[in-house]
């Protein structure tokens, strides 16, 4: 992992946001780019971005640029100034760049700015070739990643997951519980799930990773998983965004989107058709 992105809007959840890929960026000894995209319904092309606006948004990057690349270890923090829609802008920036990781602030549900990053956060997640990480403005950033809560129920894409939690886990010298949810009563689902944490186990202790199995009975697995994360101070939640139409979460609604819009803690997304 050695490319980062960050969507960026100069909101203050966009400065938590490139607050904490600065961090991750440090550890993994990765390079950094930003991509801001300007929205606006005007006839500019991305080589022609109103000039004023292009001009006003330069000046403010030189301001971010001289606060955060000296708090970078490997090279030079790189601009992208992108114009159309912002998810797929960032989707096209993280192509550009070959990005491992894409990172974006969400608001959650208790605030909101005049800014993109927040209302596109989950749109950013489902348009991305690659997994993305979002983070709440009101989040601490700490440094690295300690306890990773992965999870898993009855879909078959659940197990996906797991490749690169035990990557991030190597990375991060950092503990995986594999949170196995039980919202149905049904002993053939319970059996799957429980056969999905066997397997989670089994590579664990293959790669010689840290982790903690638990059972959990879960009347809404967003709230309970949530509640499982504050409790044992999780530092990261991964999930997949196909959770979201699978029939074991389907009377939930969009599983992916409430625990991205819900979590307190950084939430890495992906899809399984990247992994």
């Given at each position: 992992?050695?490319?980062?992105?960050v969507?960026?809007?100069?909101?203050?959840?966009?400065?938590?946001?490139?607050?904490?890929?600065?961090?991750?960026?440090?550890?993994?000894?990765?390079?950094?780019?930003?991509v801001?995209?300007?929205?606006?319904?005007?006839?500019?092309?991305?080589?022609?971005?109103?000039?004023?606006?292009?001009?006003?948004?330069?000046?403010?990057?030189?301001?971010?640029?001289?606060?955060?690349?000296?708090?970078?270890?490997?090279?030079?923090i790189?601009?992208?100034?992108?114009?159309?829609?912002?998810?797929?802008?960032?989707?096209?920036?993280?192509?550009?760049?070959?990005?491992?990781?894409?990172?974006?602030?969400t608001?959650?549900?208790?605030?909101?700015?005049?800014?993109?990053?927040?209302?596109?956060?989950?749109?950013?997640?489902?348009?991305?070739?690659?997994?993305?990480?979002?983070?709440?403005?009101?989040?601490?950033?700490?440094?690295?990643?300690?306890?990773?809560?992965?999870?898993?129920d009855?879909?078959?894409?659940?197990?996906?997951?797991?490749?690169?939690?035990?990557?991030?886990?190597?990375l991060?010298?950092?503990?995986?519980?594999?949170?196995?949810?039980?919202?149905?009563?049904?002993?053939?689902?319970?059996?799957?799930?429980?056969?999905?944490?066997?397997?989670?186990?089994?590579?664990?202790?293959?790669?010689?990773?840290?982790?903690?199995?638990?059972?959990?009975?879960?009347?809404?697995?967003?709230?309970?998983?949530?509640?499982?994360?504050?409790?044992?101070?999780?530092?990261?939640?991964?999930?997949?965004?196909?959770?979201?139409?699978?029939?074991?979460?389907?009377?939930?609604?969009?599983?992916?989107?409430?625990?991205?819009?819900?979590?307190?803690?950084?939430?890495?997304?992906?899809?399984?058709?990247?992994?």
């Amino acid at each position: 992992m050695k490319q980062l992105l960050v969507a960026f809007d100069f909101s203050t959840n966009a400065l938590k946001t490139l607050d904490y890929a600065v961090m991750i960026a440090n550890i993994l000894h990765a390079e950094l780019h930003l991509v801001w995209v300007d929205a606006t319904n005007t006839p500019d092309n991305v080589l022609n971005i109103h000039y004023e606006l292009r001009i006003e948004t330069k000046q403010l990057f030189e301001d971010i640029i001289a606060e955060y690349e000296p708090k970078l270890h490997n090279g030079k923090i790189d601009i992208l100034l992108r114009k159309g829609k912002v998810y797929t802008e960032v989707a096209t920036a993280a192509r550009m760049v070959e990005a491992d990781l894409v990172f974006a602030g969400t608001h959650g549900v208790s605030g909101f700015e005049q800014y993109w990053i927040g209302s596109n956060a989950y749109r950013i997640v489902t348009q991305s070739p690659c997994p993305v990480i979002t983070v709440r403005g009101d989040h601490t950033v700490k440094e690295g990643i300690k306890k990773i809560v992965l999870p898993l129920d009855s879909s078959s894409e659940t197990r996906r997951k797991l490749p690169l939690a035990v990557q991030l886990a190597k990375l991060f010298a950092a503990e995986i519980h594999l949170l196995l949810l039980f919202n149905s009563p049904v002993g053939v689902v319970q059996s799957r799930i429980r056969s999905y944490g066997d397997e989670a186990v089994a590579v664990c202790e293959k790669e010689q990773i840290p982790f903690v199995l638990k059972e959990l009975k879960a009347g809404n697995l967003v709230k309970d998983m949530l509640g499982y994360a504050e409790e044992n101070e999780i530092d990261m939640i991964m999930i997949m965004t196909e959770q979201g139409t699978t029939t074991a979460n389907m009377f939930l609604g969009p599983y992916a989107q409430q625990v991205v819009n819900n979590a307190r803690i950084p939430v890495l997304s992906l899809q399984s058709v990247n992994y």
